[in-house]
Structures are given as structure tokens and as C-alpha cells.
């Protein structure tokens, strides 16, 4: 239900594609004289709250966290829009437990 009505939120909102990565994991980030992003297998086009979202639940950022990322990622070209990023936070959330049940009882196959 919390997935179905975070849907709904977003629906409100004009989608912001861009091409992103979605699975932005600690281990799919290297840290060093540059930031990198690492394994594209699930890359595709999508609207842009996906991918800060996960970065928002990954690193567990608390709401002063969350704020200066934001801030510092759209500078002062938009206001953030948290509605929409907290319906994302939801989705992710879900997505990830789905497919972490599916894989514990191997409906899921990493080697295909």
C-alpha cells in the first residue's frame, strides 16, 4: 500500500529524465581523487529523484544530510522537490526488498 500511494505522489509531478544508473550502492561508488560509479548493468533512462533517493537510503543519510546533498546537487537551479523524493525513497525501499526475497528463495538467477 505505502509503494502504491508513493506512486501516486509522483504521478503528480512531470518526470525529470535523465540517464541514470539505478542501483547507486556504496559498493558501486569509489570514493577518491574523483567520485566513480561502477557496474551500469541497470542503467537506463529514468526521472532523476530514482537516483538520489537510493543515495538518500544507501548512505542513510539523516534530513541535514539529505539537505546539503540535495542542495549541493541542484545548486540553485531548481527548488527540491521532497514530496517526490520522499514517494521515491518508498519505491526504492520496496524495490529492493522485493527483489532481496525473490533472490533468497531463488527466484532470482545472478548468473543470466
Do not use: S
Not at 79 to 92: D, P, Q, R, S
Request: aromatic share 20%; proline share 3%; net charge positive.
Amino acid at each position: 500500500k505505502k509503494a502504491y500511494e508513493a506512486f501516486k505522489v509522483i504521478e503528480r509531478y512531470p518526470p525529470e529524465y535523465v540517464l541514470a544508473h539505478n542501483d547507486l550502492h556504496p559498493k558501486n561508488i569509489l570514493f577518491g581523487k574523483k567520485i566513480e560509479f561502477i557496474d551500469w548493468e541497470y542503467a537506463g533512462v529514468t526521472d532523476r529523484y530514482f537516483d538520489l533517493a537510493a543515495i538518500v537510503v544507501e548512505f542513510k543519510f539523516n534530513k541535514k544530510d539529505e539537505k546539503r546533498f540535495l542542495q549541493t546537487y541542484f545548486g540553485r537551479q531548481k527548488k527540491v522537490n521532497y514530496k517526490k523524493l520522499e514517494a521515491y525513497k518508498t519505491v526504492y525501499t520496496t524495490l529492493w526488498t522485493v527483489w532481496f526475497y525473490k533472490l533468497e528463495r531463488g527466484q532470482i538467477n545472478l548468473a543470466t
